[in-house]
């Protein structure tokens, strides 16, 4: 199994430009979760999805969108990229049943 | 929601000393309490957890107590290495699967 997998590993924006985070697992898990790690500020929820086609906002859900059309993947979009969204982005995905979360490598974003 | 505090944000020890990171959540629905670890450019992993029908857990040289009426936990790591070097952060959860993380702790274990 590959695991919780995410690309890209590193991204640079501008201001104003839209992309999308890719996170993918292949573990059959129900619970999949976007989470932000800011120096000091330990990982916040963005947005999370019990099962496809059910998310839901997480703790610092604005200015992401989320879409869970399969069990497998579970993108991050972000609309207009704003400096304040620079960060590490992790995505997470926890069996039904189950606790422990399984955390992507990351993705490292910047915005200009 | 859940809210979970964790102390300290920085914990610097001689190899071989004892660290002890201390974590309170508010909800006390919350039933399980996980610790990660997060090494250098790393993704977090689970190093323990404890449920609240538990007061202490083991695993070799790591160890959690719970104190459920007094909302707070503690991840214990004896005789430190280097290689224990990294961020930890506490978690509290329930039943949506979707713990809520602590800021975490840097840990700075010196040889």
């Known amino acids: 199994n590959a695991g919780v997998t995410q690309t890209p590993k590193f991204q640079v924006l501008k201001t104003g430009q839209s992309m999308t985070l890719q996170c993918a697992q292949d573990m059959n898990h129900e619970y999949m979760s976007w989470y932000r790690q800011d120096p000091g500020m330990g990982l916040r929820l963005i947005h999370y999805s019990v099962g496809a086609g059910i998310t839901d906002q997480g703790e610092v859900p604005n200015g992401y969108n989320v879409s869970r059309s399969t069990t497998e993947d579970f993108p991050l979009r972000l609309l207009s990229a704003a400096p304040s969204q620079t960060s590490v982005y992790f995505c997470?995905?926890?069996?039904?049943?189950?606790?422990?979360?399984?955390f992507g490598p990351g993705t490292r974003l910047t915005v200009t | 929601g859940e809210n979970v505090e964790q102390h300290p944000s920085t914990l610097s020890v001689q190899e071989g000393d004892s660290a002890v990171i201390k974590c309170t959540y508010s909800?006390?629905?919350?039933?399980?309490f996980p610790w990660y670890k997060q090494e250098l450019g790393k993704r977090p992993q689970l190093i323990i957890d404890?449920?609240?029908?538990?007061g202490e857990k083991k695993d070799q040289r790591i160890a959690v107590t719970l104190n459920k009426t007094a909302k707070h936990f503690s991840l214990h790591i004896t005789e430190t290495q280097p290689e224990d070097s990294a961020v930890y952060f506490c978690?509290?959860?329930?039943?949506?699967?979707?713990?809520?993380f602590g800021r975490g702790t840097s840990l700075i274990v010196h040889p």
């Open positions: 909800d006390s629905a919350s039933n399980y």
């Open positions: 997470a995905s926890t069996q039904n049943g189950a606790h422990e979360q399984y």
């Open positions: 978690a509290a959860g329930g039943g949506s699967y979707i713990p809520t």
């Open positions: 404890i449920r609240s029908n538990v």
